[in-house]
């Protein structure tokens, strides 16, 4: 440890954390989770709220060589239910509020300990971790053993719980030092969630590792975020964060001048987000892509041009390559298909499911990443949707995406976006949800802007106006609502 006096994290409540106090708690956590009888190899399953102690037991847990396995703080009881059935953790550290109502469950799936961990450091779970002593003997642990599974956010379909190793992690967070220039001078707005490979990994291990500071913050607040702005240096968010501080007044060059770096993933970033976002702040957001099951894969560069619309190009030592959704032959530069990577950022597998994991990746160990997109000349990579989003209209493909852009860049529409929905004649109808400034925008003027930019076969059938578009907590929009929704819309 180089500067084991220094901040790692700073908590929106006031309370400050050196390194080395993170460490040794993490000794203590570590303990105490041993003297509970979790083993080496062992599920910790994790439902609390955002905190430095929340960060601290996925230390411990790496400490100790058990798996820490963070649970979505909005997940209802019979999911955690699946969850604890699935992952049969030997311990589960949840909030205060929930640990009477998880006791049931946590009988039926034999799980040895269960104890609680409050937002202000508080609960069962710290008690027991203060009375143990400090020093811990670590775990040996290698690269390939498991640090975390991490079910994935499942839009469709059952949650799949991704297993990532500490080669994963580690080597994701060194190479993202070096992408993004991170360093110990480094202060990082946190206002993710961290049940979220983004607040947890992508952020956390990286200002760990570069020895940084982290301001967190339990939710983006955009007042809040431009009042820290001064002090800190970069920030990572979805994009929402930037479509909220673009709302904002005070987002201006000045105020933003202490800043050298605005991050965005987890969700496309509108290319105008990025056009008003450089107008009034001089900063070109750095857009990337990840998931959960391979962190992050691509970025746009740190020196370089930072292109809209793009996720930049494979990270050093990760592969992408664009394949025949179907056949899995490569494709060539340009032409739209089946995103997949191979490298030492990618996961594991999913627990229990080798079948499942088998149809996920190709021979050759890409994993097929079930994101749709091309590469260009510059080896720029541009997601065009997910690959379940594709519609098949009349035999004919379409791209929601190329729709929707052309639809979110018509005067007065905020953003869009575009689904198939079952159609007696077309198989699926070409849909578009719209969400306008006024109401000025009609239907009759998308559609005919829309009849001199795209094919025929891509128009929308239907136009729906909505006050705003469903979206899970990572600023994903849902489409999998909307289908549901307006499921009868053709019938
Ligand atoms: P998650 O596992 O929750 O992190 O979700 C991963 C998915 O988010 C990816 O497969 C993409 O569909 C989407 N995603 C992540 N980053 C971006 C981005 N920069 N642009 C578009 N989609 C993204």
Request: aromatic share 8%; net charge neutral.
């Given at each position: 440890m180089k500067s084991p006096d220094k901040i790692f994290i700073r908590n929106g409540d006031g309370r400050n954390f050196t390194f080395l106090e993170i460490w040794a708690l993490a000794g203590q956590m570590s303990s105490a989770l041993a003297a509970s009888g979790v083993r080496t190899g062992d599920r910790v399953a994790v439902q609390v709220e955002k905190s430095p102690e929340a960060i601290t037991l996925f230390l411990a847990c790496a400490r100790l060589g058990a798996i820490y396995l963070p649970l979505n703080t909005a997940y209802t009881l019979a999911e955690v239910d699946y969850f604890a059935g699935d992952a049969e953790p030997s311990a589960m550290i949840v909030m205060p509020e929930r640990l009477e109502a998880m006791a049931d469950l946590g009988k039926r799936h034999k799980v040895g300990t269960m104890l609680s961990l409050g937002i202000?450091?508080?609960g069962t779970f710290m008690d027991k971790s203060r009375a143990q002593p400090k020093d811990l003997t670590d775990a040996k642990v290698g690269w390939d053993d498991l640090a975390a599974i991490l079910y994935t956010s499942g839009t469709t379909g059952r949650s799949k719980g991704a297993m990532l190793t500490h080669g994963n992690l580690t080597s994701n967070a060194l190479t993202l030092i070096d992408t993004w220039r991170f360093s110990a001078s480094d202060v990082l707005i946190h206002a993710l969630p961290v049940y979220h490979t983004h607040g947890l990994f992508t952020a956390t291990n990286t200002l760990l590792l570069s020895g940084g500071t982290m301001l967190f913050r339990q939710k983006f607040d955009a007042a809040d975020v431009m009042r820290l702005m001064p002090e800190a240096t970069t920030m990572m968010g979805v994009p929402t964060f930037y479509t909220r501080l673009l709302q904002h007044k005070g987002l201006t060059r000045e105020a933003t001048a202490h800043m050298r770096l605005f991050i965005s993933g987890s969700a496309p970033l509108l290319a105008d987000t990025h056009r008003e976002f450089r107008e009034r702040t001089g900063h070109a957001i750095l857009e990337r892509f990840g998931m959960t099951e391979t962190n992050m894969n691509t970025s746009n560069p740190y020196e370089g041009e930072r292109i809209a619309g793009t996720v930049g190009r494979p990270l050093a030592g990760v592969e992408v390559r664009i394949s025949d959704p179907e056949s899995g032959e490569p494709l060539s530069t340009g032409e739209i298909g089946m995103i997949e990577v191979r490298g030492p950022n990618v996961f594991k597998g999913y627990w229990r499911m080798p079948e499942k994991t088998a149809s996920e990746f190709r021979r050759d160990g890409f994993f097929i990443t079930g994101d749709l997109g091309r590469i260009d000349e510059e080896g720029y990579v541009s997601i065009v949707g997910r690959g379940k989003d594709l519609i098949i209209t009349g035999g004919f493909n379409v791209y929601p995406k190329e729709v929707e852009s052309e639809i979110d860049s018509i005067a007065g529409v905020v953003e869009s976006a575009v689904i198939g929905l079952p159609h007696p004649d077309f198989g699926e109808g070409v849909t578009a949800v719209v969400v306008r400034s006024?109401?000025?925008?009609l239907e009759k003027d998308i559609v005919k802007t829309l009849e001199s930019r795209l094919a025929k076969f891509k128009l929308p059938k239907q136009v729906i106006f909505i006050d705003d578009l469903p979206r899970n907590a990572m600023g994903k929009v849902q489409k999998n609502i909307l289908r549901q929704t307006y499921a009868d819309l053709y019938r």
């Amino acid at each position: 440890m180089k500067s084991p006096d220094k901040i790692f994290i700073r908590n929106g409540d006031g309370r400050n954390f050196t390194f080395l106090e993170i460490w040794a708690l993490a000794g203590q956590m570590s303990s105490a989770l041993a003297a509970s009888g979790v083993r080496t190899g062992d599920r910790v399953a994790v439902q609390v709220e955002k905190s430095p102690e929340a960060i601290t037991l996925f230390l411990a847990c790496a400490r100790l060589g058990a798996i820490y396995l963070p649970l979505n703080t909005a997940y209802t009881l019979a999911e955690v239910d699946y969850f604890a059935g699935d992952a049969e953790p030997s311990a589960m550290i949840v909030m205060p509020e929930r640990l009477e109502a998880m006791a049931d469950l946590g009988k039926r799936h034999k799980v040895g300990t269960m104890l609680s961990l409050g937002i202000t450091g508080d609960g069962t779970f710290m008690d027991k971790s203060r009375a143990q002593p400090k020093d811990l003997t670590d775990a040996k642990v290698g690269w390939d053993d498991l640090a975390a599974i991490l079910y994935t956010s499942g839009t469709t379909g059952r949650s799949k719980g991704a297993m990532l190793t500490h080669g994963n992690l580690t080597s994701n967070a060194l190479t993202l030092i070096d992408t993004w220039r991170f360093s110990a001078s480094d202060v990082l707005i946190h206002a993710l969630p961290v049940y979220h490979t983004h607040g947890l990994f992508t952020a956390t291990n990286t200002l760990l590792l570069s020895g940084g500071t982290m301001l967190f913050r339990q939710k983006f607040d955009a007042a809040d975020v431009m009042r820290l702005m001064p002090e800190a240096t970069t920030m990572m968010g979805v994009p929402t964060f930037y479509t909220r501080l673009l709302q904002h007044k005070g987002l201006t060059r000045e105020a933003t001048a202490h800043m050298r770096l605005f991050i965005s993933g987890s969700a496309p970033l509108l290319a105008d987000t990025h056009r008003e976002f450089r107008e009034r702040t001089g900063h070109a957001i750095l857009e990337r892509f990840g998931m959960t099951e391979t962190n992050m894969n691509t970025s746009n560069p740190y020196e370089g041009e930072r292109i809209a619309g793009t996720v930049g190009r494979p990270l050093a030592g990760v592969e992408v390559r664009i394949s025949d959704p179907e056949s899995g032959e490569p494709l060539s530069t340009g032409e739209i298909g089946m995103i997949e990577v191979r490298g030492p950022n990618v996961f594991k597998g999913y627990w229990r499911m080798p079948e499942k994991t088998a149809s996920e990746f190709r021979r050759d160990g890409f994993f097929i990443t079930g994101d749709l997109g091309r590469i260009d000349e510059e080896g720029y990579v541009s997601i065009v949707g997910r690959g379940k989003d594709l519609i098949i209209t009349g035999g004919f493909n379409v791209y929601p995406k190329e729709v929707e852009s052309e639809i979110d860049s018509i005067a007065g529409v905020v953003e869009s976006a575009v689904i198939g929905l079952p159609h007696p004649d077309f198989g699926e109808g070409v849909t578009a949800v719209v969400v306008r400034s006024g109401k000025d925008v009609l239907e009759k003027d998308i559609v005919k802007t829309l009849e001199s930019r795209l094919a025929k076969f891509k128009l929308p059938k239907q136009v729906i106006f909505i006050d705003d578009l469903p979206r899970n907590a990572m600023g994903k929009v849902q489409k999998n609502i909307l289908r549901q929704t307006y499921a009868d819309l053709y019938r």
